[in-house]
């Protein structure tokens, strides 16, 4: 018989809720419920607002889509473009390279080409050009430390016939081949 009271109880209270609802009046103890009737009849009124988006919201809306789609690729070239001015440029480093070593050898006799390392004699002066660490440096009589390549992950000096060939890997994977023919203890 309880249970049956205590249902009947909650319809009332239910009941009661709705009709103080209506009447603006509020008893205490009852303002979860009063709120739960109040969201439940918010949200059923904002379903009601059928305003959505005009024309010219949408073109607007479209509008500037189109001008930072269009700005995109501008934007993208010119960082690119900046980002390749601060890289050296890798080609023009290698022919620097290459034309101050057939100086050095047209002017040289001896010339003694080792796996990672190339040896000549210059008047009086023994000049070796190694690999050292990341670079290339050129050093006289074992002293100086003169880096004159950089970003080189191996290098190799060999002779081709008659010739001399030296070839560099860049850090970045670019692959450069110089030959120097030699003559009467002289290259070309």
């Not at 473009?81 to 022919?95: A, G, K, S, Y």
């Amino acid at each position: 018989m309880k249970k049956e009271k205590s249902g009947c109880l909650k319809e009332r209270i239910f009941t009661l809720l709705i009709m103080e609802k209506g009447r603006g009046m509020i008893f205490p103890g009852k303002h979860r419920k009063q709120r739960f009737v109040m969201n439940f009849q918010d949200k059923r009124l904002v379903l009601k607002n059928n305003n959505g988006f005009t024309m010219v919201e949408s073109l607007l809306v479209l509008l500037i889509f189109i001008s930072v789609a269009a700005l995109f690729p501008l934007v993208y070239g010119a960082v690119f473009r900046v980002e390749e001015r601060l890289d050296p440029e890798r080609r023009l480093e290698w022919e620097l390279f290459a034309l101050q070593l057939r100086k050095e050898m047209n002017m040289s006799h001896s010339i003694q080409p080792a796996a990672d390392k190339l040896t000549f004699v210059h008047d009086t002066d023994t000049i070796s050009i190694e690999k050292y660490n990341e670079g290339v440096r050129r050093r006289v009589g074992g002293r100086g430390h003169e880096m004159i390549l950089q970003e080189i992950s191996s290098v190799q000096f060999y002779w081709c016939g008659s010739a001399l060939c030296v070839t560099a890997v860049f850090k970045n994977g670019e692959k450069e081949k110089a030959q120097f023919c030699i003559f009467d203890g002289g290259a070309t």
